[in-house]
Every structure is written in structure tokens, then in C-alpha cells.
């Protein structure tokens, strides 16, 4: 049972133009979402979130959109850059002293030069 | 110093070793983690600690033990391993609040013959 999903697992995007990564979750109990970037045999790098409470969140480049009715998710990158080829995944939980941390299932972003 | 350290970074063991696997951080984060990653998969929650005490198995194996001996350690001995237990073994520390994200180490590759 995924509960993150990320429907595409591979997108490619000219140099310049807006990557839009998305995720789709079914818990509805998930109130905090996060972005992660990752390379082959490396930890995830962290890049941006957003709480339940809130359905925008922009960092730089980086632009989180929550719509919580549909319970999808979307990171837009604009410019895109070649150094941002990577796998991206989405993340969720749903709070607490713990914090589970679900992730989806990525999708690798190519930015051709 | 915001790193988590894991090591080593590789390791190649037979199925009848013992062996362990370190994580440290020095971040003053009560909640350290341990998950597990296959190719092309995202990763997967293996256990967590919190305040050193072991509060989420995610229904793991006994040949992995995990052991939180202070605040900056973690360990995930492994005995008995089979193949396909071979994965990208990822520590990741979060400070204790909500809505805190999670840190992660660079992963030690594994790969069991």
C-alpha cells in the first residue's frame, strides 16, 4: 500500500524552462510535506516543505503548491539548471514526537544544457 | 557541524558475518533513524529512535539490530544476512518538534554475497 505516490518516474526539461515534479498521497492524517533531491549511493539532500496549514511555500527556485482537497502535491524548479538532475522524491508524515517519514516513489529529473 | 556521518561508506560481507554499521551526529537531535534502499526505490523506514529509546520496528527482521548507545550514536549490527538484504543502508537525525525535517548521512552500500 504506497501511500505517496509520484506518478512519473522520469521527466525531462530543457535548461531554463519550469520543471514540474508531482506527488499524490491517500493519508488523509499527513499534515507535513517535504521535497528531497537525491544522487545515485548518497543520502537525500532536503530542499523545501510545507505544513498542512499553508498551500504555497517558494524558497529561491523552489516552489512547493499543496492542495489539500486533492491530496496532491507539486514542486515547480524555475529555471531549471543541468545541476538539478537528480532523482526527486516527495515525503510525508504525519507529525508527531516521531515523525514518520513516508516517501514516494521519486521521479528522475533530466535537465538538458 | 550539521552532518551525519555514517561508516563505512561500503561494505561486503558473506552470510554467515557479523558486522555494524555506525551513524553520528553532533547536531543535539533526540531522534535518529535508520532506513533501508533498494534500486530504483525509495527509501524505506526501517526503525527509529527517540531519546534513545527504540520507538518505531517497522517489523524488521531479527538479523538487523539496531542499538542507540548515547544521543550522537547509532549502530545497525547485522548477522546472517541473506542478498537480498544487499541496499543503500541510510541514518538520518531530526531535532525533536514538530514539523521538523530529517537529516541524512551519505548511506553505507552494502552488498551481501
Known amino acids: 500500500d504506497q501511500q505517496v505516490k509520484q506518478n512519473s518516474p522520469s521527466l525531462s526539461v530543457q535548461e531554463g524552462r519550469i520543471s514540474i515534479l508531482n506527488c499524490d498521497y491517500t493519508n488523509s492524517m499527513f499534515d507535513y510535506f517535504l521535497w528531497y533531491k537525491k544522487y545515485p549511493a548518497e543520502g537525500p539532500t532536503f530542499l523545501i516543505s510545507?505544513?498542512?496549514?499553508?498551500d504555497k511555500n517558494e524558497d529561491g527556485r523552489f516552489t512547493v503548491f499543496l492542495n489539500k482537497s486533492a491530496k496532491h502535491l507539486s514542486l515547480h524548479i524555475v529555471p531549471s539548471q543541468p545541476g538539478d538532475s537528480a532523482v526527486y522524491f516527495c515525503?510525508?508524515?504525519?507529525?508527531?514526537?516521531?515523525?514518520?517519514?513516508?516517501f514516494g516513489t521519486g521521479t528522475l529529473l533530466a535537465v538538458q544544457p | 557541524d550539521t552532518e551525519v556521518t555514517q561508516t563505512p561508506k561500503h561494505l561486503v560481507m558473506g552470510m554467515t558475518n557479523k558486522k555494524s554499521l555506525k551513524c553520528e551526529q553532533h547536531m543535539g537531535h533526540r531522534a535518529m533513524y535508520w532506513y533501508k534502499q533498494k534500486a530504483k526505490k525509495p527509501p524505506e523506514l526501517m526503525f527509529v529512535y527517540s531519546y534513545e529509546k527504540l520507538s518505531i520496528n517497522e517489523s524488521v527482521p531479527s538479523r538487523f539490530s539496531p542499538e542507540c548507545p548515547n544521543s550522537s550514536l547509532l549502530n545497525l549490527h547485522l548477522h546472517a544476512l541473506q542478498p537480498e538484504d544487499s541496499a543503500l543502508y541510510l541514518c538520518a537525525s531530526r531535532p525533536t518538534g514538530v514539523n521538523e525535517k530529517l537529516f541524512f548521512g551519505s548511506g553505507t552500500q552494502l552488498s551481501v554475497l
Open positions: 515525503a510525508a508524515s504525519e507529525g508527531g514526537a516521531t515523525n514518520k517519514l513516508i
Open positions: 510545507i505544513s498542512s496549514i499553508k
